[in-house]
């Protein structure tokens, strides 16, 4: 006789077995971290700025779990590479007069790019060594895309939108200083001990990605050290809603080199992005809440922090895995 197995049941069992799991050792973190050290400092203070070191870079802090709560439970919580770039932030003018909202999102990853010039190299100056190219993915279609772009529309009727072959990085590059610029594509790491620079190490996809795989045209293809050079002195918000975005190589005293820093250089006051790749329908969900918050009139630390508190009844995993950069 064959038993029946209720599967519901099952990934319930195992849901809930995960959760245990995860609890025990987020909370064994927050005890090395803050019990001993930081718990009665901070119990008091509503939001934290954390200037992580290391491997806490890639450690989002509102997970860690203490007394039967997330940390994100009793705090807001935001990130800054270094001390230094705290003071640069805190002396920062705002000076922005603009109040338009740029998306990029659902790239043609296989759009043939105009013809390029022969002085255009294929990958050389962007992530090639010695003419040997160290790049080599191709990229899927974003159908989720579209349904944050969506999104974005119901809140700012006058969004400027990069769609399918409009998503390129020339048009990127076109712009100036938006008060948010929202990227919805693939990211990138490439950890290989070849790459000279770590800026090249990191980057996103835009319309015409693919080609950058056959080792003949990279234009579809920026990588941190091209967009550090856009002009966004006066953006408020860069959202990468891209998998591991917040990902990069590490510098003592300097935080992780990549695309929030990237961002950062470029003029950007403040970066949303990911530390690991997170199912879409979630990443979907949050950015709803996230951009409902701020039309509420949250500022976009709490927007994000609330939208997590919403979707708090989730594994972590779900929910913690975009952070937001700045003060």
């Not at 927050?30 to 119990?43: A, D, G």
């Not at 590479?81 to 003018?93: A, D, N, P, T, V």
């Not at 969506?150 to 969004?159: A, F, G, Q, V």
């Not at 199912?279 to 976009?300: C, P, R």
């Amino acid at each position: 006789m064959v038993e029946a197995i209720n599967t519901n049941t099952l990934n319930l069992n195992l849901t809930n077995e995960l959760n245990k799991q995860s609890k025990k050792i987020v909370s064994t973190i927050y005890n090395k971290l803050f019990k001993h050290h930081l718990t009665e400092q901070i119990k008091n203070k509503k939001r934290l700025i954390i200037s992580p070191d290391g491997l806490l870079n890639f450690l989002p802090f509102e997970a860690l779990y203490h007394q039967n709560k997330y940390l994100i439970e009793s705090h807001e919580i935001s990130y800054i590479s270094s001390g230094r770039e705290l003071l640069r932030q805190i002396k920062r003018k705002n000076t922005n007069l603009s109040s338009n909202v740029i998306v990029f999102g659902s790239p043609d990853f296989w759009l043939k790019l105009p013809k390029k010039e022969p002085s255009e190299s294929l990958l050389k100056n962007s992530i090639s060594i010695d003419n040997a190219t160290i790049f080599d993915i191709n990229f899927s279609a974003l159908e989720i895309s579209k349904q944050e772009i969506e999104i974005i529309k119901k809140h700012y009727s006058d969004l400027e939108i990069y769609q399918d072959i409009n998503a390129t990085v020339e048009n990127l590059f076109n712009i100036k200083s938006p008060k948010i610029l929202h990227i919805s594509t693939h990211g990138f790491f490439l950890d290989n001990p070849k790459n000279p620079n770590p800026m090249l190490a990191s980057g996103l996809a835009f319309a015409g990605a693919n080609y950058a795989s056959y080792r003949d045209d990279a234009r579809g293809i920026a990588t941190a050290l091209k967009l550090s050079s856009l002009e966004l002195q006066n953006t408020e918000l860069v959202v990468l809603s891209a998998c591991e975005t917040g990902l990069g190589k590490i510098h003592k005293a300097e935080g992780v080199t990549g695309l929030s820093k990237a961002f950062i250089q470029a003029g950007a006051k403040n970066v949303i992005m990911s530390l690991w790749s997170v199912s879409s329908q979630e990443t979907v969900t949050l950015m709803q809440k996230f951009y409902m918050n701020i039309a509420n009139g949250d500022n976009y630390t709490t927007a994000l922090h609330k939208a997590k508190l919403q979707m708090i009844k989730k594994h972590p995993y779900y929910w913690s895995a975009f952070i937001i950069s700045g003060i």
